[in-house]
């Protein structure tokens, strides 16, 4: 099995910054891509993140700029620093890891959740 722990949510006005880490442990052979998505409320998932193996990275429109996301590949960690933070910033944020597992099957798993607050 494996399993990811999210970190480093909470509350900050805007205008401030905040740091997601996610680590992923178990049976892994290799992890692909890792990525972040995050869901308000009462509106669907979406991508706000995306970090290849190699460390080619892609972002949503409405965070560039102003996200930077990176990996410890050592660790099997991904970051998400997040400044200038906005109101509508305001999520569940969830980490996703895409890759195979030490049985050589494809895995994909995704992370507890973790909630951001921002304040106006």
């Known amino acids: 099995q494996v399993q990811l722990v999210e970190s480093g949510g909470g509350l900050v006005q805007a205008g401030g910054s905040l740091r997601l880490s996610c680590a992923a442990s178990g049976s892994i052979f290799r992890i692909n891509a890792m990525g972040w998505y995050r869901q308000a409320p009462g509106k669907q998932r979406e991508l706000v993140a995306t970090?290849?193996?190699?460390?080619?990275?892609n972002y949503a429109d409405s965070v560039k700029g102003r996200f930077t996301i990176s990996r410890d590949n050592a660790k099997n960690t991904v970051y998400l620093q997040m400044n200038s933070l906005k109101p509508e910033d305001t999520a569940v944020y969830y980490c996703?890891?895409?890759?195979?597992?030490?049985?050589?099957?494809?895995?994909?798993?995704w992370g507890q959740g973790t909630l951001v607050t921002v304040s106006s």
């Open positions: 996703n890891i895409e890759g195979w597992g030490s049985s050589l099957r494809y895995l994909e798993v």
């Open positions: 970090i290849t193996s190699g460390g080619r990275t």
